[in-house]
């Protein structure tokens, strides 16, 4: 590999100059990236509005309008245009932050989103976190233990986590948890006795709470954000444990885990100060498609457990047929998609230092 | 009849496919030395024989309605209880593996060939073809999978089909990337730039020798995939837009428990049970198939 | 080698067995030798047995194998009866390994200088401090001009010659008395090889060590050793002295392997049309 050149010129390291070229080159190729996935995104909500058999001049104007009238809707409503054209006018709502106004709630979606998001992004957040904290060790230990018995378990643990329906575990959990053994809080965010106690500040109510000095708000608030949180967490646990055993026994097996060993290093400083750093690199990735998956998840936790999020907005307004507010929510959620997937691009970059 | 066997493991295959064929058959030799994937087959082959012989296990008629036995415990008679229209639990759930069979089946029948034929096309043909159609995977991924599903059924109504239709939408690009991958090294192969020299359409390459090489991974690739199908047509029951009462499905069999869990616990419990059960069996067997597939 | 003193390593009739489903597979068969303070040489093809020999003195053998000897001693303590924490931390304090290739064996995500001072932090109490200053000092007796900077550098961000040295470096500054250098220059350039023996050779003598020189490349073990053994199938087909290698006068009592292994390589002095290939004869192995 080595060739005559680089003999010659011993250290390589790139000129400051350099580095930032090559940043903003890739910049460029991922905000490309980023604009044409989202262009694709909305085509899609956009044709999920354009295919619903419910016409939307009728939700306007009712079943017995005259003709004209529902004619002159239908042209204020713009869909008297070419399919382009009123594509053109919902892309540009879009991204002017008009979503349109929710039925159901009567107020505009990005309002109700606002108020709603941040429940979801607790859970999800709590769930990635129980799923790391769990996942990584057990994927460390089967990697380690590669072909006998902990590999096992921790295979057989991963396989149950990809089985279970999520709605059905929080069921489960309630009625083991709560109902029977009183350990975690009932459904919804907080008890009755704590209902709108705490002015939100951040929206996430155990930090506010925390934030306030409340700390009886505070233990309300974690007995009933622990039980939806672990429930996603299990889910998390699976897949994150089987990538990280993956690509620990890859790592394993390279040269400097040998050179590690040669040096009279402690194999627990083997696994997880040089082995384990390798491999998370590409856990980076893995950890925010977990996230992302809990994004998705907690559209079925959120009903079961009664918890004011994202999730439960977005069904509960799918079973009213209340589009504008279904689309919005699959947008937005898309847009975390594509966000945590940026986000998650660069981490992966930053950890490396061959890629920094 | 020791042809096959012979054709099988020969020493000198005579095509790459005989090789890659007998390669297979070599690695189901050695599958039954694999306890846990052995577990996950006897479980789906047990799904079918339930699916096939319904009307025999069931106890009781699913649909039929008893107001006078509602919501009983399990016992002698029911054996898994009885829900709130007092119909037996058990049997709703012997029937329910034939519901689930025909949602997977369906799943399966449109995505398959839709994803091979997509990501063969794209792998063989490269180019702007390759782009685009890659494109279209990235986006459909970028989504949420359950969400975009529910959008699909918001928009199309609820019901079985539509839920198929939904789940079928959104579970297609994965399959198109492992088509994709497999060509990609196919395309590369001596004997495919042989066969080009002599002459044949890049279609009937495409199908005639790409295709067929593309399988074994799909096939893997479908068998891990079938949970995460069942999983979906679950949470799509449950929240009331997959199959319609009284059409015993799992999912909405778990949703018409939810009111009583606390008091009532085994109307949820077993249907879920029942979920969990057929897709261990599928993660088992496919977690199996894989191991057997590759090399490593 | 002085006789009086104890030999640095001594090793009876090791094996090395791996268990695998299709069964045993014997990488060494019986091998038996003692190391003082010399350049012991050990060549042979690939296969031969010569790194799991290495892997076996420092007790990193993979699951599923299995070591067995007669007897295996350091300084005359038993290596076969001693702990695997005791094995630990005889390595790289007391026992080392230098590796083929810098571009795999070092940690491409930790600076060289952090590897360099977490070898030495294992073995000795020190501030990270200290270790750094010890890391520039070895970094210079390896002949690196800027040690600072360096210091500094991804592995990625260093050549093969450099990366070489660094790893010398990191295998040394515990002060070992054994080194096992793996096949140290194979991946290297031609022009940077000689470099990296001499550097080699420097810190071997001036620090009184013994070194086990394992290669495939016969020339180069036959100008750099002391002692050669030639290994072939897991086992010794002989031992001697390195310059009797090129003695024409004592080819009759040579073993036939190793007059196979010295009939392949082309001489320049001496042209051939066609090289000779290896006889190999399973009675050998017997």
Redesign the interface.
């Known amino acids: 590999m080595t060739s005559v050149a680089q003999s010659q010129s011993p250290v390589r390291r790139r000129s400051w100059g350099e580095t930032a070229g090559r940043w903003a080159k890739i910049a460029s190729r991922e905000l490309s990236t980023v604009a044409i996935t989202i262009f694709g995104l909305l085509l899609i909500t956009f044709f999920i509005a354009r295919v619903i058999p419910i016409d939307p001049v009728l939700a306007v104007v009712g079943d017995n309008a005259r003709p004209e009238t529902y004619e002159a809707a239908r042209i204020e409503l713009g869909l008297d245009k070419p399919l382009w054209q009123q594509f053109a006018v919902y892309v540009g709502k879009v991204f002017t932050g008009d979503l349109g106004r929710s039925v159901l709630t009567s107020n505009t979606v990005v309002d109700d989103i606002k108020r709603v998001f941040p429940a979801t992004l607790e859970l999800a957040t709590l769930g990635t976190l129980i799923g790391c904290v769990l996942g990584i060790p057990l994927g460390v230990l089967a990697a380690v233990y590669q072909g006998r018995w902990p590999d096992q378990v921790a295979r057989v643990i991963g396989l149950f986590g990809y089985s279970i329906p999520v709605f059905w575990l929080g069921l489960m959990g309630l009625l083991l948890f709560y109902a029977k053994l009183g350990w975690v809080g009932g459904p919804g965010r907080a008890g009755v006795a704590f209902q709108d106690l705490i002015t939100p500040i951040t929206g996430i109510l155990v930090i506010d709470a925390a934030i306030e000095g409340d700390w009886e708000a505070f233990r309300d608030a974690w007995s009933h954000l622990i039980l939806p949180s672990a429930v996603l967490g299990i889910l998390s646990v699976a897949y994150i444990s089987r990538m990280t055993r993956s690509f620990m026994i890859t790592e394993l097996q390279q040269q400097y885990v040998i050179a590690a060993r040669v040096k009279g290093l402690s194999e627990f400083r083997v696994v997880w100060r040089h082995a384990m750093h390798n491999a998370f690199v590409p856990l980076v990735t893995v950890i925010a498609v977990s996230y992302m998956h809990l994004l998705e998840g907690s559209v079925l936790t959120e009903t079961i457990f009664a918890w004011p999020g994202l999730g439960r907005y977005l069904t509960h307004s799918l079973l009213n047929a209340d589009m504008n507010a279904v689309l919005g929510g699959t947008l937005v959620i898309g847009a975390v998609f594509i966000a945590v997937n940026l986000l998650s691009d660069i981490l992966g970059r930053l950890v490396d230092p061959r890629t920094r | 009849m020791t042809t096959w066997t012979d054709y099988l493991l020969t020493d000198s295959p005579e095509s790459r496919r005989q090789a890659k064929l007998g390669q297979i058959y070599r690695k189901w030799l050695a599958f039954p030395r694999n306890p ?1 994937a052995m577990v996950g087959l006897g479980i789906i082959v047990a799904l079918l024989l339930v699916a096939a012989f319904a009307p025999l296990i069931a106890t009781a008629d699913p649909l039929a309605q008893n107001l006078d036995r509602r919501l009983l415990p399990p016992s002698g008679a029911n054996f898994f209880g009885t829900d709130s229209l007092g119909r037996d639990i058990f049997s709703r759930i012997v029937y329910g593996t034939r519901v689930t069979l025909v949602i997977v089946l369906l799943v399966v029948v449109t995505v398959g060939p839709i994803g091979l034929l997509i990501g063969a096309a794209s792998g063989y043909l490269g180019g702007w073809v390759d782009r685009l159609l890659m ?2 995977t ?3 991924l ?7 599903a ?8 609820p019901g079985l089909e539509n839920a198929v239709i939904a789940i079928a939408i959104t579970a297609w690009p994965p399959y198109a990337r492992v088509a994709r991958a497999e060509t990609l090294i196919i395309r590369q192969q001596d004997y495919i730039a042989a066969i080009r020299l002599q002459g044949a359409s890049q279609w009937r390459i495409v199908w005639k020798h790409v295709v067929p090489m593309c399988l074994p991974s799909l096939i893997v690739r479908t068998t891990l995939d079938m ?2 199908i069942i ?1 979906i047509a ?2 799509l029951g ?4 997959g199959a319609q009462p009284p059409i015993p499905e799992w ?1 909405a069999m ?1 949703s018409a428990g ?1 009111e009583q ?2 008091d009532q ?1 085994w109307v ?2 077993f ?2 049970l029942a ?2 059960v057929v ?2 069996g599928f ?2 067997l496919g ?1 199996g198939l894989r191991d057997v597939m590759d090399a490593r | 080698m002085s006789v009086i003193e104890q030999p640095l390593l001594e090793l009876d009739n090791l094996h090395v067995d791996f268990h695998t489903p299709t069964g045993i597979v014997q990488a060494v068969r019986g091998l038996s030798f003692t190391l003082g303070r010399e350049r012991l040489g050990i060549v042979g093809e690939s296969g031969s047995g010569k790194s799991m020999t290495g892997r076996a003195i420092l007790d990193l053998i993979p699951h599923p194998g299995e070591v067995r000897a007669d007897a295996m001693r350091y300084r005359g303590q038993d290596l076969l009866t001693m702990d695997k924490r005791a094995r630990r931390k005889l390595r790289g304090r007391h026992i080392s390994m230098v590796m083929q290739d810098p571009k795999f064996s070092l940690n491409p995500v930790r600076t060289v200088g952090d590897q360099i001072a977490e070898a030495y932090r294992v073995h000795h109490k020190a501030s990270a401090r200290e270790a750094k200053q010890r890391s520039l000092a070895m970094l210079e007796q390896v002949q690196i001009r800027e040690p600072a900077r360096v210091y500094e550098l991804y592995p990625h961000e260093v050549s093969g010659g450099m990366g070489q040295r660094v790893m010398i470096a990191m295998m040394l500054i515990a002060e070992p008395d054994i080194l096992i250098a793996d096949e140290p220059t194979s991946a290297l350039d031609v022009t940077v090889q000689l470099q990296i023996l001499k550097i080699l050779d420097d810190l071997v003598t001036q620090r009184g060590m013994g070194l086990i020189f394992i290669s495939h490349d016969l020339h180069l073990v036959q100008s750099f050793c002391d002692r050669v053994i030639v290994m072939y199938g897991g086992k010794a087909m002989e031992t001697l002295p390195a310059a009797e290698l090129a003695d024409e006068s004592a080819r009759a009592r040579r073993h036939p392997y190793t007059l196979g292994l010295l009939g392949c390589l082309p001489d320049l002095d001496h042209p051939r049309e066609t090289l000779a290939t290896l006889n190999r004869d399973p009675a050998w192995l017997a």
């Not at chain 2, 970028?142 to 975009?148: D, I, K, N, S």
């Open positions: 846990l494109r279209m990235d986006v459909f970028a989504f949420p999978r359950l969400v975009l529910l959008a699909f059924v918001a928009a199309l109504g949970a995460g999983l679950a949470g449950f929240l009331g837009l999912g778990i939810r869990i606390f616990w949820a419990t249907p879920g979920i969990c897709a261990l993660n088992l977690d």
